[in-house]
């Protein structure tokens, strides 16, 4: 009975190998249709007897402009360009305030959001954690930096039931997100740690001091090289 546990567990495994390696690949050429949070939030519409809302529309990183990109380092992973997944420094920061009771705050990088995005459920179980580091390597090694910034931009939700640069630039700003300026591109980046929360659009006196401040670390950042 064990050797076949241990036989099934092993076989488990590889399929498991297998499958993650494929869709990683799969991924690198082509533009992701749905993502487990879309699932997630489309279940929580429903029992909240809501319309069902999902709107997803993929552009080519060409297409999204260069000061969304700008952006979301500048408020989301200032070290994306040249940490290699991981920010030590930022998740070492983040331990320190939550041990001293301080908001609950997370290191986590573009690279490791993406992975969970894209892969995995929402959480924050050890299991969970494990997966998101796994996925976290394999596509810092297969897709590299352009494609994750893409993906990325493509599939993180930036309002209720929006997900992607172009869907949330029109939601927002009623324009593709190739011609967002600065200041509209710092504006969906200041909502994305609550994007069903605050608005990109007509922003609380909070929102708008993040934008402020995004802008100002967007002016700093340079030439984007992938």
């Known amino acids: 009975m064990i050797k076949k546990l241990f036989r ?12 993650s390696i494929f869709l990683v690949i799969l991924f690198k050429f082509v533009p992701v ?89 929402q959480g924050r179980s ?21 494609r994750i910034m893409e993906v990325y931009l493509n599939s993180i939700e930036m309002g209720n039931g929006v997900y992607g640069a172009q869907e949330a630039s029109r939601v927002w700003y009623r324009k593709d997100a190739i011609n967002l300026t600065p200041r509209e591109a710092a504006g969906i980046a200041a909502i994305l740690p609550n994007p069903r929360k605050f608005k990109a659009s007509n922003s609380s006196n909070y929102i708008n001091r993040r934008k402020n401040f995004i802008v100002r670390q967007m002016s700093y950042l340079g030439k984007i090289e992938y």
């Open 8 to 19: 099934f567990l092993w076989k488990a495994m590889w399929w498991f190998f297998g499958i």
């Open 126 to 146: 050890y299991l969970r954690k494990g997966l998101e580091a796994y996925f976290t390597v394999l596509i810092e090694l297969i897709w590299g930096k352009e």
């Open 33 to 121: 249709p749905f993502t487990p949070l879309m699932g997630i939030r489309a279940i929580e519409q429903k029992k909240e007897g809501k319309e069902m809302i999902c709107s997803h529309d993929w552009v080519p990183i060409e297409e999204i402009s260069i000061n969304l990109q700008k952006a979301v380092i500048a408020s989301e992973d200032g070290h994306f360009l040249t940490h290699n997944g991981f920010d030590f420094e930022a998740i070492e920061k983040a331990m320190e305030a939550n041990k001293k009771g301080k908001k609950l705050r997370g290191g986590s990088t573009i690279s490791q959001q993406t992975a969970k995005n894209v892969f995995l459920w």
